[in-house]
């Protein structure tokens, strides 16, 4: 059995590790080990979810899936509705009971497939956007509504662009330490095309030899070309970029071995990387720090 590590960190900065283990797997029973996981975050737990299903599609069984020692782990896991979302693809000990009843910090891990999907998680995020920015964040009220077109946006992407089921999920958390104040952290998956698949069709001709999972990142999130040939249309991801700069926040999308981002002074994401393991489909990443006056 092929055993992959969990790294003990799985946030946003740390799920590159993960997707490295998955490089050498082609066949055979796997096991995503993930015994001294510590710390996870919403773009952790959706990437986890991925890779779950690449490795049910590469070898043609489902992974095992060996969770946290840690008590506290566990429970944020099953709070989020992680090893619900987990037993559709992998093997895993009977789903832990969701704790709790809705909260104003959090979004569950909540799986997008069909367009009711789509409105379903808009119309939570509507309900608990208020509390969330307002309350945690101390967004305007108008930033709820804005924030919701995002999320709207991103999630409709995976049925149009990715043409295959994914998995978004949010959370606030207190930065103290490291930016002195909160940040809800935003995590969209899915295992499509990718941005090179997507957009290949109608634009990898202009570029030739060029064409690769980071030009074609750069197409569409610095050049705002989409797939579609007509103007206006496609243009979602522009909008996510100014909305998410404004509010000095951090917007990175992941597809195949590219990542690129839009990142403030408070972070230090690289802007553009290459040769990253490669992973199927998209993966986008936005974090909103809490608003101060001077900043709007």
């Not at 599609?57 to 090893?83: C, H």
């Not at 002074?265 to 101060?292: K, V, Y």
Request: with cysteine.
């Amino acid at each position: 059995m092929k055993v992959i590590e969990v790294p003990d960190t799985l946030d946003y900065r740390g799920v590159e590790g993960l997707m490295a283990g998955l490089a050498d797997v082609e066949d055979g029973k796997t096991l995503l080990d993930a015994r001294h996981l510590r710390w996870i975050d919403p773009v952790g737990m959706v990437s986890l979810l991925g890779a779950g299903r690449v490795l049910a599609q590469r070898t043609g069984t489902r992974p095992r899936f060996q969770g946290p020692e840690s008590g506290q782990v566990a429970g944020y896991l099953a709070r989020m509705g992680f090893f619900e979302a987990g037993a559709q693809e992998m093997e895993l000990d009977a789903p832990r009971r969701r704790a709790g009843g809705s909260s104003d910090v959090l979004l569950e891990i909540t799986p997008i497939a069909e367009n009711h999907h789509v409105h379903a998680v808009v119309d939570r995020v509507q309900e608990r956007a208020g509390a969330i920015l307002s309350r945690t964040l101390r967004y305007p009220p108008s930033a709820v509504i804005q924030f919701a077109v995002i999320l709207s946006e991103v999630c409709q992407n995976i049925l149009e662009h990715a043409e295959a089921p994914g998995w978004v999920a949010a959370q606030s958390y207190n930065w103290s330490r490291r930016l002195g104040r909160n940040v809800l952290v935003l995590a969209v998956g899915d295992l499509g095309r990718g941005f090179k698949g997507s957009l290949g069709p109608e634009h990898a001709g202009r570029f030739g030899d060029r064409w690769s999972d980071a030009t074609a990142l750069e197409a569409a999130f610095i050049h705002g070309l989409t797939r579609f040939p007509d103007q206006g249309r496609g243009q979602g991801i522009q909008q996510m970029r100014k909305q998410v700069r404004r509010w000095d926040g951090v917007i990175a999308v992941r597809s195949g071995t590219a990542r690129i981002a839009d990142v403030p002074e408070w972070d230090d994401l690289p802007p553009l990387e290459r040769d990253l393991p490669s992973f199927p489909g998209a993966q986008i990443t936005i974090i909103l720090p809490e608003h101060r006056e001077e900043s709007s």
